[in-house]
């Protein structure tokens, strides 16, 4: 039968290794933004983008009615308002980032 060693006192980790536990009692005081909270702080921050894809939305839903109905003309108007609607979109996207990115502070120098 073999012997088995005797267990020893466990040996002392690295504090790299444990670096993420100092982290987490630092941060533990900072508030975790949650999902619906972000929804409103980014709608606050660019409101034109929901807006756009609302009417984007809108004119699909339109021009798909109205292309079951029958009506080719009116679902073709819609499709271009779509267009136009997804372009104002991109639009705003990218203005909001660019406002975004012109008010971001440096970073600080250590």
């Known amino acids: 039968m ?3 060693a005797a267990a020893s006192a466990p040996a002392e980790l690295p504090t790299e290794e444990l670096d993420w536990i100092q982290m987490r009692k630092d941060f533990a005081g900072v508030h975790a933004e949650t999902t619906k909270e972000k929804m409103v702080r980014k709608i606050n921050e660019n409101p034109l983008v929901p807006i ?3 009417a984007t939305l ?3 839903g339109f ?3 109205n292309f079951r109905q029958g009506r080719s003309q009116m679902s ?3 499709m271009r308002a779509r267009i136009l609607a997804q372009g104002f979109t991109v639009l ?3 203005i909001g980032v660019g406002m975004t990115y012109g008010t971001k502070e440096p970073p600080k120098k250590q």
């Open 92 to 94: 705003a996207l990218i």
């Open 58 to 60: 809108t004119a699909l």
């Open 2 to 4: 073999p012997q088995v």
């Open 52 to 54: 756009g894809c609302a």
């Open 63 to 65: 021009g798909l009615w």
């Open 76 to 78: 073709q108007y819609m």
